[in-house]
């Protein structure tokens, strides 16, 4: 028994195996170095322990390795008894010996030699090393379980199969039951493995999507910090550009308004000797001819005084911020078109279009139009004179509080008439639908109809094309800007803003 009292001493109490690399702690207790390791690193940082006593650390300890520990347990390694069961042979007392068998029906574990001499009776069942002796027999009959009941999934003895309560049942040899069970058993673990390998690699793939996720905003980040510190430059080089013109006309018009003062004095000076000079006239004809002399000098106009230009100062701004616009939309993401207009001949006739061709308004009165090609028939609905067939594109609109309205892009070739002429209800249109006065949301394509909760917050609503990508998205300009809806697709012809406007009061004006 020593050599059992030894193996439990150098036993790893974490992976109940010989140490290997063991490393003590400060209380004293042993453990593997990776077993130690693997342990404090399911711990949450300040609150490591150690897995037998449960002392405590404030901070993770510095590991020592045990050479002494290391080197017994080698040498056990090496000369001990080799026996990852820890079950020794029930006749070796003098010495312990690993056992190989055991036998069901002795209750007894053997080495090789006793197991040599052991009955070859077929009585005597015999297994892999083990102590449990109580779960291979019948608790009532106590006698061996060599059967397996299917009707009531129970492991039974031969008394149980004969007279007892399974007596009449269907059953199978235990070991046939149990290789089946091991085939159902293996087939399941495949299952759980492959799951297991699915689950892995969806976990991989959303880690390597955070990580994507990450380096986009940090660039994204680093490039809009970038931007707005160019345009907070350019602001103030227009700033002073601004100053120094509005310095320069002031400096212009005070040298004009300090000349034209300076001749004013002078002629003032003129005026008031010539006034001494009359006064001092004796005669009558010098007195008249004098008088006529400033009369006609003081009809004279002086020059009126510089001013500052103000509509020089405010064009030169205007340039300015308009450059600086036109350089911020050359780096944005997407282009945003000035020239989305309505297209008058695809408009139903229930639909009015504004003077400026930016709005579309719902009328019960039917509208006396004659061209019928391209209009649309069944539902008040109107495209734009704008097709986009690459890149990515933003506008946005504006709602009315009330009434039944349709958002979204479509082909050309979409029907115009019968049910399919709705947008969302083919495949060659994408919609937003916002209905019952903005209390409900909805989004549409190919019939199929997908509800957003929750409804709009306002009346204004982003939309974004990206035509290689294939993606059609709905934002809300509330704030913050909501992400409603994106369709995914692959897009193959000209694509269409459209829009519709049903019942009374109901309108939607393209903003930009």
Same mark, same amino acid.
């Given at each position: 028994?020593?050599?059992?009292?030894?193996?439990?001493?150098?036993?790893?109490?974490?992976? #109940?195996?010989? $140490?290997? =690399? %063991?490393?003590?702690?400060? +209380?004293?207790?042993?453990?593997?170095?990776?077993?130690?390791?693997?342990?404090?690193?399911?711990?949450?940082?300040?609150?490591?322990?150690? %897995?037998?006593?449960?002392?405590?650390?404030? @901070?993770?300890?510095? /590991?020592?390795?045990?050479?002494?520990?290391?080197?017994?347990?080698?040498?056990?390694?090496?000369?001990?008894?080799?026996?990852?069961?820890?079950?020794?042979?029930?006749?070796?007392?003098?010495?312990?010996?690993?056992?190989?068998?055991?036998?069901?029906?002795?209750?007894?574990?053997? +080495?090789?030699?006793?197991?040599?001499?052991?009955?070859?009776?077929?009585?005597?069942?015999?297994?892999?090393?083990?102590? &449990?002796?109580?779960?291979?027999?019948?608790?009532?009959?106590?006698?061996?379980?060599?059967?397996?009941?299917?009707?009531?999934?129970? +492991?039974?003895?031969?008394?149980?199969?004969?007279?007892?309560?399974?007596?009449?049942?269907?059953?199978?040899?235990?070991?046939?039951?149990?290789?089946?069970?091991?085939?159902?058993?293996?087939? #399941?673990?495949?299952?759980?493995?492959?799951?297991?390998?699915?689950?892995?690699?969806?976990?991989?793939?959303?880690?390597?999507?955070?990580?994507?996720?990450?380096?986009?905003?940090?660039?994204?980040?680093?490039?809009?910090?970038?931007?707005?510190?160019?345009?907070?430059?350019?602001?103030?080089?227009?700033?002073?550009?601004?100053?120094?013109?509005?310095?320069?006309?002031?400096?212009?018009?005070?040298?004009?308004?300090?000349?034209?003062?300076?001749?004013?004095?002078?002629?003032?000076?003129?005026?008031?000797?010539?006034?001494?000079?009359?006064?001092? /006239?004796?005669?009558?004809?010098?007195?008249?001819?004098?008088?006529?002399? #400033?009369?006609?000098?003081?009809? @004279?106009?002086?020059?009126?005084?510089?001013?500052? =230009?103000?509509?020089?100062?405010?064009?030169?701004? $205007?340039?300015?911020?308009?450059? !600086?616009?036109? =350089?911020? @939309?050359?780096?944005?993401?997407?282009?945003? %078109?000035?020239?989305?207009?309505?297209? !008058?001949?695809?408009?139903?006739?229930? !639909?009015?279009?504004?003077?400026?061709?930016?709005?579309?308004?719902?009328?019960?009165?039917?509208?006396?139009?004659?061209?019928?090609?391209?209009?649309?028939?069944?539902?008040?609905? #109107?495209?734009?004179?704008?097709?986009?067939? &690459?890149?990515?594109? $933003?506008?946005?609109?504006?709602? &009315?509080?009330?009434?039944?309205?349709?958002?979204?892009?479509?082909?050309?070739?979409?029907?115009?008439?019968?049910?399919?002429?709705?947008?969302?209800?083919?495949?060659?249109?994408?919609?937003?639908?916002?209905?019952?006065?903005?209390?409900?949301?909805?989004?549409?394509?190919?019939? @199929?109809?997908?509800?957003?909760? %929750?409804? /709009?917050?306002? =009346?204004?609503?982003?939309?974004?094309?990206?035509?290689?990508?294939?993606?059609?998205?709905?934002?809300?300009?509330?704030?913050?800007?909501?992400?409603?809806?994106?369709?995914?697709?692959?897009?193959?012809?000209?694509?269409?803003?459209?829009?519709?406007?049903?019942?009374?009061?109901?309108?939607?004006?393209?903003?930009?």
């Amino acid at each position: 028994m020593a050599s059992a009292d030894m193996r439990k001493e150098l036993t790893c109490p974490i992976c #109940v195996s010989i $140490y290997t =690399d %063991p490393v003590t702690l400060t +209380c004293g207790h042993n453990f593997c170095l990776s077993c130690i390791n693997r342990t404090w690193d399911n711990q949450d940082e300040g609150e490591y322990s150690c %897995p037998e006593c449960q002392l405590r650390f404030s @901070k993770r300890p510095e /590991l020592k390795r045990n050479l002494r520990m290391h080197n017994i347990s080698k040498t056990f390694q090496l000369t001990g008894p080799v026996n990852d069961t820890g079950i020794f042979c029930t006749y070796c007392i003098h010495s312990p010996v690993p056992a190989t068998k055991s036998c069901l029906m002795r209750d007894a574990s053997l +080495c090789d030699a006793h197991l040599s001499v052991h009955s070859k009776s077929g009585e005597h069942v015999l297994t892999e090393p083990t102590t &449990s002796w109580g779960i291979t027999k019948c608790a009532k009959h106590k006698k061996l379980l060599k059967y397996y009941c299917t009707e009531d999934a129970a +492991c039974i003895c031969e008394s149980c199969k004969l007279s007892g309560e399974h007596r009449g049942h269907d059953v199978e040899l235990l070991n046939e039951a149990s290789e089946k069970k091991k085939e159902k058993l293996k087939a #399941v673990l495949q299952k759980l493995t492959t799951k297991i390998e699915k689950t892995e690699n969806r976990v991989q793939s959303l880690q390597e999507h955070r990580r994507r996720v990450q380096e986009k905003a940090a660039g994204g980040t680093e490039r809009l910090t970038t931007q707005i510190r160019d345009i907070m430059e350019q602001l103030k080089d227009l700033e002073k550009r601004v100053l120094s013109e509005i310095t320069r006309q002031q400096d212009q018009a005070l040298t004009t308004i300090s000349k034209v003062i300076q001749q004013l004095e002078k002629e003032k000076d003129k005026l008031t000797r010539k006034m001494c000079h009359i006064e001092d /006239l004796d005669d009558f004809c010098g007195a008249e001819k004098g008088d006529n002399e #400033v009369t006609q000098r003081g009809d @004279k106009q002086v020059p009126a005084g510089g001013d500052l =230009d103000e509509v020089l100062i405010s064009v030169t701004l $205007y340039r300015g911020l308009a450059d !600086i616009v036109t =350089d911020v @939309k050359r780096g944005m993401y997407m282009h945003v %078109p000035s020239d989305i207009l309505l297209d !008058i001949k695809t408009a139903h006739n229930n !639909i009015i279009l504004s003077g400026d061709l930016k709005t579309a308004s719902y009328t019960d009165i039917n509208q006396p139009r004659l061209e019928k090609a391209k209009r649309f028939t069944v539902y008040p609905q #109107v495209l734009s004179t704008k097709s986009f067939s &690459s890149g990515r594109h $933003y506008w946005e609109v504006q709602i &009315s509080e009330s009434g039944d309205l349709y958002i979204g892009v479509c082909y050309t070739s979409m029907e115009r008439e019968g049910y399919q002429s709705l947008i969302g209800n083919n495949n060659k249109s994408w919609g937003l639908r916002s209905f019952n006065n903005n209390k409900d949301l909805s989004v549409r394509y190919n019939t @199929k109809v997908t509800s957003l909760s %929750p409804p /709009l917050s306002c =009346d204004r609503v982003g939309i974004l094309l990206d035509y290689e990508a294939g993606r059609l998205t709905f934002y809300e300009l509330c704030d913050p800007i909501r992400h409603l809806h994106t369709f995914t697709t692959t897009f193959s012809e000209l694509l269409y803003p459209a829009f519709s406007a049903w019942s009374d009061c109901a309108w939607v004006r393209i903003l930009r």
